[in-house]
């Protein structure tokens, strides 16, 4: 199969033929990916400051087709259309690399590849409807005890904070600022209802405080380590600063984007370079309500989408996801239905 393989050298991405990975344990399945992405963190592996021990293979957002399954899965079925989830949850956590292929040397393999081997595939896979149906769901906001009408501030407008205002949007936020500075990004952001607030040309928390004096009720880092200044200067704490001062009290917020502290991998040249200090993990519980607020219509998260490539074509979208020429990519390979 191909997969896209990073080398640990900064700003390369190569794509290679790999074995088709089998099934290693009675939790598993093997998934024939239809579609895969690239992540809102995956700069930060083609940067060199975060990732493994080379040849580290790419990514951990797919959709696709159950291939192969185990005995122990009890919840899914051979042929079943699925989401492949970054993270992990239902006590099995461990760092978003592990869901993937595993052959002999130990190299884990994510899903910008044609096949993907899932370790617990009952905590991981998500299934999702061919057809669309009438259900209108809700997410209830455990997390930073959300209420309807409350103001939100999402700092970064990559995917992940384009879906985190979006997501706060559909739930009912009175007012959902969108921090960035690239303004193609930003003009997504307006396209779905946030307000815009660019840092590059004033203080971010003063122009959210000139709408609300007491701050927003919420705020989230959709960024991680490699947060910018004003200067455009890596200032890997300026989100957390500008959350806590924007934020009114007895408010909340949250992180989301990549703050990873790990040892010097020879994978990772450039991580020294940051501090990483904030960890926060994710859980499965909200894919399912997700997934029926797409099927229902309720919600249309490909707003963030910018193209859709052969997986050939990883390298050079991994160049321009770097120089901030595209949002979302979405690699499709034949087969996908």
Sequence with gaps: MRDVVCSGVPFEMTVQDLPIPTILSETGAVVRI?????????????????????????????????????????????????????????????????????????????????????????AILVPVPLTSNTTNSTIKQDYLTFKPSDTVAVFGAGPVGLLAAYSAILCGASNVYSIDHVEARL????????????????????????????????????????????????????????????????????????????????????????????????TKPYAASLVDMIASGKAHPNFISTAVIGIEDAPEYYRRYDRLEEIKMFIQFPWAR
């Design 34 to 122: 239809t579609t895969s992405a690239l992540c809102g963190p995956d700069p930060h592996v083609y940067r060199e400051f975060s990732g493994g021990n080379p040849p580290w293979n790419m990514d951990h957002e797919a959709l696709g087709y159950i291939a192969e399954l185990e005995s122990a899965v009890s919840s899914l079925s051979v042929g079943d259309y699925v989401i492949i989830l970054g993270t992990l949850s239902g006590g099995h956590f461990q760092w978003t690399p592990q869901v993937g292929n595993y052959y002999s040397n130990g190299t884990p393999a994510l899903p910008d590849a044609e096949y993907a081997r899932v370790p617990f595939a009952d």
């Design 187 to 282: 003009e997504r952001a307006a396209s779905v209802g946030a307000i815009l607030v660019n840092f590059v040309a004033s203080d971010p928390v003063a122009q959210i405080l000139a709408y609300e004096p007491e701050g927003v009720m919420r705020s989230i880092d959709a960024v991680g380590m490699e947060a910018l200044n004003s200067d455009l200067e890596i200032e890997e704490d300026i989100i957390i600063q500008q959350m806590i001062a924007g934020t009114a009290p007895y408010s909340g917020i949250g992180v989301v984007g990549v703050h990873l502290a790990q040892p010097n991998f020879v994978g990772a040249p450039n991580e020294a370079e940051i501090s990483p200090n904030i960890t926060f993990p994710m």
